[in-house]
């Protein structure tokens, strides 16, 4: 994996099942917005067992949470 801009715009987004919150079919929203490296941290704050309903887009595209999660090794790795 290469080493990601920290402040590159980014999304979390979740899946959201059918019929839940009123939707007819199975949907994503939108939960927050904000730079990659906050939005990463966000998504390590998802119970462990939900975060396969949630990640993360961007223009340098989308990363699970597993991706999420070793980028912000390498962010705090010292170089």
Same mark, same amino acid.
């Given at each position: 994996?290469?080493?990601?801009?920290? &402040?590159?715009?980014?999304?979390?987004?979740?899946?959201? /099942?059918?019929?839940?919150?009123?939707?007819?079919?199975?949907e994503?929203?939108?939960?927050?917005?904000?730079?990659?490296?906050?939005?990463?941290?966000?998504l390590?704050?998802? &119970?462990? /067992?939900?975060?396969? &309903?949630?990640?993360?887009?961007?223009?340098?595209? &989308?990363? /699970?949470?597993?991706?999420?999660?070793?980028?912000?090794?390498?962010?705090?790795?010292?170089?």
């Open positions: 994996m290469r080493l990601l801009p920290m &402040d590159v715009p980014a999304e979390i987004h979740r899946r959201v /099942s059918e019929g839940e919150g009123g939707r007819l079919r199975p994503e929203i939108i939960v927050a917005r904000g730079p990659l490296v906050i939005m990463a941290h966000g390590m704050a998802v &119970d462990a /067992s939900a975060r396969g &309903d949630f990640w993360i887009t961007s223009e340098m595209g &989308d990363l /699970s949470f597993e991706e999420a999660e070793e980028a912000l090794r390498r962010w705090s790795a010292k170089h």
